[in-house]
């Protein structure tokens, strides 16, 4: 196929409209109309666009590229799932570019084509053609676009997708200066094709509450709030219903017509109640647009046609796919999916869905993902649901990710550690969904099969800080009635302690100790004692009961230290460490902190190798030697900087408050720290011997800066998220460019700031400059627009670097060290 660029003119498209277009904004037309004038004699300009009988939302990036596409290659395909809106880009995107066709656009339906050996004749109808020789259509077809300048827009090619791309593969070669539009659920998969996947429109995070001024840069919500309007005159968009048109667009996933059908609902209910219903939404998203096509008139419709373009096998697939949550990988899929299916055939059958846009390609970080949206998955459950293999295919999830939890615990002491952190990290919402399955089910087998998950991912939620949610799932699967194995339930209950200590709940830590020796009572195997013994020597750790910590631990080790690879090994390690150093014996401490360097330092593990030399460098900080142990704790970050861990981070930012001697730095370390601490479940300090150290570092902050100044510098440190915390623990320079000065603000502004810089309430603030309270309200919301910010602590620590910037100037006053 030749790739030869057209010829290029300025002259106008202004011949019959040759299709019609869906009312709706969502893409389709009506039906088809096939219309034959006269073939135009050569060199006329022919061929017109349908009128858009409603808005087009935004879109520019991707009509940008379709554009830019038409003027290099031939063949441009627009792939996505049904109600994406292929049509109206392809539309908007063909008038863009009109005026470089010098003999027009012509669109050519093929949505209600379901005979291939009807497409040469319905391209030829458009054109005007039929009956104008008697020689083949194709060779008409052929003859009459080899001299001419032309777009063809081929709308709606799924149903006869092979017929279709024989059709333009032929045309292309024969007519050289002719390039085509395609809309199609899947590529034509032929040469010289360039292929844009439409996704769905920009939904706003459901997790945050949206910011209000920054809601209309979500193309979904414009859209919803463009069509309610047209339905209930005067409905916009407020402070009030901001955050449920928000969750309806995320819930629907950002789908036009989903949206559009959502919309139109507003004709008898508010926004509330749609969301409310969203729970079947097939059976809410109906009606929305008269003129448009049945398979447009209701989401159900628009799905079935999707499902009834797939093949037996696909439609297997699709219905299988839908036990992941969020996402998956291949090997998830061959393994959960894979029944009676050779692996070439459920490759070939997944590779067809993404071709089909019912899957979704992603490769983040450089791994293959795949995934579906709700829409498509809630579909698919239900067809498994009416197959009967419901069941077998959630327990086979549960059984598969049961393996990816052991088999990370297993690896975790290693140099995969990385890796298997980053794969957890993705399959969150698959462990969610597999142990939510293992809570719900009452057989022993999913039971105990949650027992073994959940404490699997015991070091996940506590590297990444998940104590919070940790706990729920263990407490959630230890009562389970049919949760009987003693092994399985010691090993939880040790994790559950842990997690229970750290967070400072003592008295349940020792409810938990207390079920975990009893059970040990009644099972004489070695290592269930073990685990047992370090139950209750960790909570004895922060008890700060190191003697019977030490007592209890060191048995148990001895029976770990089968496996000096395992973690249960290295973290009774860590424990006995802390515990002969809490108790003033430094020779033992210093032992077992380098037996665990020792050991992850030569396979290549990175987090208790950095939670182990935080411990070393506060060692050596007691000893008196700042210096060295700044060194040292800023090594233990340089170890875990590439692993993306709150806890251990805010532990080092916190002990390197401790080490200097410059008030401001200190006061921003412990605010970044307390920040980081609270993104942690709750944490609020490793162990309680330790608190009494950030208290003393606090007190001498305070009376270096003053409370005013501590506050300041504080929140200054809480404003910043993890990567820039771990910067400034380094004195790396800011890698955003700082805003601009305070005469960026108004003078009213600036006092508004300083007053929210102070930690003053919008009502305390209207007192203090005597104006109304919405007045104040406005005004931070101007300061919040101006500056780029999203929350008052960022306000606050911008107004702390101003103050920065102006004493740094000749003649002004540096900040305090702590000494004076």
């Known amino acids: 196929m ?40 050569a060199g006329s300009r022919t061929g017109q666009l349908p009128p858009e009988l409603t808005s087009f939302v935004d879109r520019r990036a991707e009509t940008a590229e379709v554009k830019n596409l038409l003027s290099t290659c031939r063949l441009v395909t627009l792939a996505g799932i049904g109600g994406v809106g292929k049509t109206r880009l392809a539309l908007r995107a063909a008038a863009n570019a009109r005026r470089d066709f010098a003999d027009g656009i012509w669109v050519v339906e093929l949505a209600e084509v379901h ?24 060779d008409v077809l052929v003859q009459f676009l080899s001299s001419r300048e032309m777009l063809l827009v081929l709308d709606n090619c799924e149903q006869v997708v092979a017929a279709s791309a024989e059709l333009v593969e032929t045309l292309l070669l024969a007519c050289p200066n002719l390039r085509i539009l395609v809309t199609s659920r899947e590529p034509l998969d032929i040469a010289g094709e360039a292929t844009v996947r439409v996704l769905p429109l920009a939904v706003p995070d459901p997790d945050h509450e949206p910011a209000f001024r920054r809601l209309l840069k979500y193309d979904a919500v414009t859209l919803f709030a463009d069509r309610a309007a047209a339905v209930v005159p005067g409905f916009e968009l407020s402070e009030y219903n901001k955050t449920t048109v928000a969750r309806i667009c995320s819930r629907l996933d950002g789908l ?88 070439e055939s459920l490759l070939d059958a997944l590779s067809s869905l993404v071709d089909k846009s019912i899957v979704i390609r992603e490769e983040p970080d450089g791994v293959v993902r795949f995934r579906m949206f709700e829409t498509m998955r809630d579909y698919g459950r239900e067809k498994l649901q009416q197959s ?84 729920r799932w263990l407490d959630r699967i230890l009562a389970h009635p049919a949760a009987h194995s003693i092994p399985d339930r010691v090993k939880a209950l040790l994790a559950s302690t842990i997690m229970a200590a750290v967070q400072g709940n003592l008295e349940r830590a ?61 973290s009774t390690l860590s424990m006995l460490g802390w515990a002969h150093g809490l108790r003033g014996d430094t020779k033992r401490s210093t032992e077992y ?84 601490l609270r993104c942690a479940s709750g944490v609020t300090t490793f162990f309680n011997a330790l608190s009494h150290f950030h208290d003393e570092c606090e007190r001498k902050v305070r009376r270096a800066l003053g409370d005013r100044g501590f506050d300041a510098a504080f929140r200054r440190g809480q404003a910043m998220g993890l990567s820039a915390a771990v910067s400034y623990a380094f004195r790396e320079p800011p890698t955003t460019t700082p805003h601009d000065s305070a005469t960026t603000l108004t003078k009213r502004e600036l006092e508004v700031a300083h007053l929210v810089a102070q930690g003053l309430t919008n009502k305390q603030i209207a007192a203090n400059l005597v104006l109304s309270q919405r007045t104040a309200q406005h005004h931070v919301e101007h300061i919040l627009s101006k500056l780029g910010f999203t929350s008052r602590t960022q306000i606050a620590a911008w107004i702390v670097d101003e103050a920065q910037r102006e004493s740094s100037r000749p003649g002004s006053r540096e900040s305090k060290p702590l000494g004076e």
């Open 2 to 41: 030749t790739t030869d660029d057209p010829r290029r003119t300025r002259r106008d498209a202004n011949a019959p409209v040759t299709a019609d277009s869906s009312a709706s904004g969502f893409e389709g037309s009506s039906q088809i109309r096939v219309w034959a004038p006269p073939p135009p004699p």
């Open 115 to 138: 005979d291939p050996s009807m497409v040469v004749e319905i391209v030829a109808a458009t054109l005007g053609l039929l009956d104008q020789s008697d020689q083949p259509l194709l």
């Open 256 to 343: 036009p017509l989903a949206i559009e059908l959502a919309a139109a609902r507003m004709r008898a209910m508010s926004p509330e109640q749609i969301l409310q219903r969203l729970t079947d939404r097939y059976a809410l998203l109906t009606r929305g647009s008269r003129t448009a096509p049945t398979r447009q008139q209701t989401l159900r419709w628009c799905i079935d046609w999707s499902y009834q373009l797939c093949t037996p096998v696909e439609q297997r697939i699709w219905a299988r796919l839908s036990v992941f949550a969020g996402g998956f990988e291949l090997d998830a899929v061959e393994q959960v999916c894979g029944t009676e299916l050779v692996p």
């Open 388 to 471: 009967g293999e419901y069941l077998d295919l959630r327990r086979r999830h549960r059984d598969w990710y049961e393996r990816l939890a052991l088999d990370s615990e297993a690896g975790w002491i290693s140099d995969r550690q990385l890796d298997l952190l980053a794969r957890l990290d993705r399959e969150q919402p698959n462990f969610r969904e597999a142990l939510e399955f293992c809570v719900s089910d009452e057989s022993t087998e999913s039971a105990e099969a949650g027992l073994r998950t959940a404490a699997a991912l015991y070091l996940f939620w506590s590297f990444r800080g998940q104590y919070g949610e940790g706990r």
């Open 510 to 570: 020792a409810a938990l100790v207390e079920q975990a020796r009893t059970l040990a009572g009644q099972d004489p195997a070695p290592a269930t004692k073990a685990l047992a013994a370090a139950a209750e020597g960790a909570l004895a750790l922060y008890r700060l009961e190191h003697d019977r910590a030490v007592s209890v631990l060191e048995p148990a080790l001895a029976v770990f230290e089968s496996n000096t690879r395992g973690h249960l090994y290295i």
């Open 593 to 676: 902190r380098e037996q665990v360097l020792s050991i992850t330092e030569a396979c290549g593990e990175s987090l208790f190798r950095s939670t182990t030399l935080w411990g070393s460098g506060i060692a050596v900080w007691q000893q008196g030697e700042h210096s060295h142990a700044e060194e040292v704790l800023l090594e233990s970050l340089r170890v875990s900087r590439h692993i993306p861990s709150p806890l251990v981070a805010a532990l080092d930012i916190e002990a390197l408050a401790w080490t200097t001697d410059n008030g401001e730095r200190a006061a921003i370390l412990m605010g970044a720290a307390e920040y980081l």
